[in-house]
């Protein structure tokens, strides 16, 4: 295992470098240094350091004959500040370079310039200069000029459909001049054309169906219509026919033909038709009245009573009265009272057929009375 070196000892009777004698060898390797680093080879390094050896000789012989092997280590440091002398020299070219990539120049004094001032500040914050401010707001932006050009582009195609619609309603070829009716039956057809005839003229494109439907229902004996577009310039008007049901005689001897919500239809509806005979009582105060009732009653039965009723009377809107047709041949009568608890009655009605008796009294229907 190798040892460590140690410091050479001092003879005996030999005494050590004193300390002018090293600042003597100090002050004699300093202007080495320089001459190190003026010369332009690499070479002249080694020369100061085999230089200082001899300076630091002669000072330790006159000192107190020192041996040359205590010069060794002053010799060894003289040569090692050559290299830093040299470093030392190079720095300015350093600096330089260092100021050609952007960094702070160094003053005469050797030290960096001070940075750049911050922007000036006042008590209610940090000073903006205008230019900056105003080069922000004046400069365009991409995206401000895309909104724009996205704004224009709809508006151009608003104005562009807007102007579109607006000639294609003041189109003669699309205005209405044909108009077919359809479903008809007993209701002539010039009622109904009669009643959207006003319609004749406007534009296809804005026809209010809704509006044209109620008008034909308002024709008596439609229950229903529909109203379609045909193009490019007719309409097309369906329409359903209510069914009569009943045949009501007023006092004052008049017929009328009605259906089952008691409306009255076109005398042409009873053609063909089953009815059913409603009749007023002579002496009645309240005819209409009377009228009405029988209709909701006719329209409150029951299909197995509706179908068996011979006929139906009433002198006021709470004295109805009904003729029942059996299956044996015979008759019952039906007081009914009023049109109130319709489903309750026809019940109780279907119940008590089968009693004895030729009446049955259902005015209220909770207490029946059959006599």
């Not at 410091?7 to 060898?25: C, E, I, L, Q």
């Not at 690499?42 to 010069?71: G, H, L, M």
Request: proline share 9%; no cysteine; glycine share 8%.
């Amino acid at each position: 295992m190798a040892r460590r070196p140690t410091a050479p000892r001092p003879r005996p009777g030999a005494s050590r470098p004193s300390a002018t004698g090293a600042s003597a060898a100090s002050s004699a390797s300093a202007p080495s240094a320089p001459s190190a680093a003026s010369s332009p080879s690499a070479a002249s390094a080694p020369s100061a350091a085999s230089a200082a050896p001899a300076p630091s000789a002669a000072s330790a012989a006159s000192a107190n004959r020192a041996p040359q092997r205590t010069a060794a280590p002053a010799a060894r440091s003289s040569a090692a500040s050559a290299p830093s002398a040299a470093s030392a020299a190079d720095a300015p070219a350093s600096r330089n370079r260092t100021r050609s990539l952007g960094r702070p120049a160094p003053t005469e004094a050797g030290r960096p310039a001070p940075a750049a001032a911050p922007p000036e500040e006042q008590e209610g914050g940090r000073v903006v200069q205008a230019a900056d401010r105003f080069r922000d707001l004046v400069r365009g932006r991409p995206w401000r000029r895309r909104r724009r050009a996205i704004i224009a582009g709809g508006l151009a195609t608003v104005v562009v459909l807007v102007a579109a619609f607006v000639t294609a309603v003041f189109l003669p070829a699309l205005q209405v001049r044909d108009i077919a009716i359809e479903g008809t039956g007993y209701v002539s057809q010039e009622d109904v054309r009669a009643a959207v005839a006003g319609r004749e003229g406007d534009s296809v494109l804005l026809l209010p169906t809704g509006d044209i439907e109620a008008q034909v229902e308002e024709v008596p004996g439609i229950a229903s219509a529909t109203v379609e577009r045909a193009w490019p310039d007719g309409m097309r008007v369906s329409v359903t026919e209510a069914t009569p049901v009943a045949q009501l005689t007023r006092t004052d001897g008049s017929v009328a033909v009605l259906d089952a919500e008691g409306h009255e239809l076109p005398a042409a509806a009873a053609e063909g038709a089953t009815l059913v005979p409603l009749a007023v009582q002579s002496g009645s105060a309240d005819p209409d009245g009377a009228a009405t009732a029988m209709s909701e009653v006719l329209a409150g039965l029951p299909d197995p009573l509706r179908g068996a009723v011979r006929d139906i009377t009433a002198s006021s809107p709470s004295d109805v009265t009904l003729t029942l047709a059996l299956e044996d041949g015979g008759t019952k009568t039906v007081v009914w009272g009023d049109s109130a608890d319709a489903e309750l009655k026809g019940e109780v009605v279907q119940a008590l057929l089968g009693q004895a008796g030729t009446v049955i009294d259902v005015s209220s229907p909770v207490a029946p009375v059959t006599r």
